[in-house]
């Protein structure tokens, strides 16, 4: 049965919101943004109530990773946040440039974990910059492919565990985070047909692909595709016309265009946020200058407004992989000869930069070649990962907002800290 939702009251001006910052407006946007201030001055700060320092994390569910959050309490108002990442670091970078060009696409793609498909395709687009290499047309249509399932199960693996955030509030909790495990196992089906693994694949090379589309795995993404396609519209009922959802997420943790800009944020995030741009459409790679990409975004810049880009995105990557599956052109996967020895690929100099639309934004890969090895490593390699700037914002967007808010807010930006730190 639908709820009704009735108009939510707009909150009191908070201590916090009405000291002296800058005011920011998106032409067309909704909401009109007052920024927290990340170099407030605790010692000079006179609280209403007590003040406490709380840490949220490093070991926090809500964090979605290891994570830490400083937070400074007046009573229940967050008046400052200082976020530390780091705990994942794993020197991913600086390993990049010890091994082999052929030897890095296992490395990366746990940065993303829940998306690994992206980070794979992402750092050898950069090799493929730097080393001339040409991808075949059947190749690029496999990428676009593989890239827009994998976002599909990255988005439905954020919906049910940001349903966690809010607090059991959503049929329990648990139901809408169990709805969405069971429809993105169906992407990772179709993963383990095409890849013989469904989480980590090193299924994407220098030149191309490894592995080649199976019989009938075009039939079984049709049939996937129906499945998860009927069940969108309850998620979008069930988050977009519950009063408790509502409420918890209407106009808390906004972000306007501007700061988003500033910040190098991108993806759902800056698209919720009123700021037309996609690098699909507007820097087309693979195989989506064949394919028209409708680019979904809101104006409010607040989580309700994140959560209904990354559904209706979900809906709009469905079309995009059936206007693509049964058009799959003939032809070899890979423009390179097999990988006999993994010091094959060399380049003596240079440099480039690749960058493609993850779940989370511009995740892009600047390479200079001419490493060690007679240049079969990177001299440098410099990953940007979306995440890193997503939780940039925190400093700016808490302050203003309950504790309860920032378990929200958080989960909103959908960060992945394998990326952010590396």
Request: aromatic share 6%; with cysteine; glycine share 10%.
């Amino acid at each position: 049965m639908e709820l009704s939702v009735d108009p939510v009251p707009e909150k009191p001006a908070k201590k916090a919101a009405e000291r002296p910052g800058p005011a920011w407006r998106v032409p067309g946007a909704v909401a009109s943004i007052q920024r927290g201030d990340p170099y407030l001055k605790i010692e000079d700060y006179d609280p209403e109530a007590d003040m406490m320092v709380l840490n949220l994390g490093p070991q926090h569910p809500s964090t979605h990773g290891v994570f830490r959050v400083k937070l400074y309490l007046d009573g229940e108002l967050i008046v400052k946040a200082v976020p530390y990442a780091g705990y994942l670091h794993r020197g991913v970078e600086k390993l990049c440039e010890k091994l082999a060009f052929t030897q890095i696409t296992p490395i990366v793609d746990k940065n993303d974990y829940v998306s690994p498909m992206m980070n794979e395709q992402a750092i050898n687009m950069a090799f493929e910059a730097l080393l001339g290499a040409e991808v075949p047309r059947r190749a690029r249509y496999i990428r676009t492919l593989v890239a827009e399932l994998q976002r599909i199960a990255s988005h439905l693996l954020w919906l049910g565990t940001f349903a966690l955030d809010l607090g059991g509030a959503l049929g329990g909790g648990s139901t809408v985070f169990l709805h969405c495990f069971r429809e993105r196992e169906l992407i990772l089906d179709l993963f383990e047909m095409l890849t013989g693994c469904r989480f980590h694949y090193n299924t994407h090379t220098v030149g191309g692909n490894r592995h080649d589309i199976p019989e009938g795995w075009a039939s079984l993404v049709k049939r996937s595709l129906e499945v998860i396609e009927s069940r969108i519209g309850e998620y979008e009922d069930l988050m977009t016309h519950n009063r408790i959802f509502v409420e918890r997420t209407r106009g808390v943790g906004v972000l306007d265009g501007e700061l988003c800009m500033e910040l190098g944020i991108s993806g759902p995030l800056l698209r919720a946020a009123g700021v037309d741009h996609d690098l699909r459409r507007d820097a087309p790679y693979h195989a989506y200058d064949e394919v028209e990409v409708r680019v979904q975004t809101e104006k409010a810049g607040d989580c309700q407004a994140r959560t209904l880009v990354r559904i209706r995105e979900i809906a709009e990557s469905i079309r995009i992989v059936r206007e693509l599956v049964d058009g799959v052109p003939e032809g070899p996967i890979c423009g390179h000869k097999p990988i006999k020895i993994v010091l094959q690929e060399r380049s003596a100099g240079g440099q480039a930069y690749a960058a493609l639309e993850s779940p989370r934004g511009e995740l892009g890969t600047w390479v200079i070649g001419g490493g060690v090895n007679k240049g079969t490593s990177p001299y440098r390699l410099k990953i940007r990962p979306p995440s890193l700037h997503a939780s940039s914002c925190l400093p700016y967007v808490l302050p203003g907002h309950s504790l309860s808010d920032c378990i929200v807010i958080l989960g909103s930006l959908d960060p992945i800290m394998g990326e952010v730190d590396r």
